[in-house]
């Protein structure tokens, strides 16, 4: 355990020293919030549209700010970096796990992106008003599921950072995911907007448990069985991407060349 802590304390520290990448991308998703709160309050000024008034679209827009802001620090391109240059052959000889290794260096980060969601979700409910909050089973829920946006969301980057054995270029890899994550995940339109069998398609994948999942729990369009049920999927896809990823780097090794050999 202590190697694995060591590799989130660096990862932490790492952060702390660059913090003005860290602004910068706070910033981007903090603005993304700003600019969609704008525009979602003039859409629902006179009513709803597919379910949602504006104090629903309000404290969903701030859930999915709140899950875009976690597990945003750079680890994916340090690793993707280090596949390209064949420098990950120096951490296959290291005695830790690989995977974990990368994962604790993912939630070395977190405490910090969480402070900044605090700041950030306190200053915009003092300027717009107080949200509601579910009641005491499902905010538990609902904060399991918040939990579960960590390796989840690490799992996703993971797995989509692996590609680098396959490809000798990161970015294209990078924007493909972060589109796919977007629209699926209901981060820009909730799921409830989309045509029934794509709403359908993305609930159950592994995306919507980065922001539809706690959204829509914490504002009470999903409660009781079915918000286990979401839960329990989030959890599903967690297990699935983690051993999937670990086949996965296995196939990718065999790609892996060093100095010709």
Known sequence: MRPYLAHARAAALSALAYRGNFLLSLGGVAFQLI?????????????????????????????????????????????????????????????????????AETAGGVWIEAVAVVVIVAITVAAGGALDTPPGPMLALFAASMVLIVPLKFAVSYLSTLACFWTENFVGVLWARQALTSLLSGA???????????????????????????????????????AVLLVVAQLGWVLAMWFGARALFRRGLRRLTVNGG
């Open 35 to 103: 600019a969609l709160l704008a525009v979602w309050r003039v859409l629902l000024t006179d009513g709803r549209v597919g379910g949602f008034d504006w104090p629903h679209m309000r404290a969903y827009l701030i859930v999915a700010f709140a899950s875009a802001t976690l597990v945003g620090t750079f680890v994916d391109f340090r690793m993707s970096h280090r596949i390209r240059s064949g420098l990950v052959a120096l951490d296959l000889v290291k005695p830790v796990d690989y995977q974990r290794a990368r994962f």
């Open 188 to 226: 820009l339109v909730p799921l409830a907007f989309f045509p029934g069998w794509l709403a359908t398609a993305a609930q159950w994948s592994p995306f919507a448990g980065l922001t539809s999942t706690p959204a829509l729990i914490f504002i009470g369009q999903a409660s009781g069985g079915h």
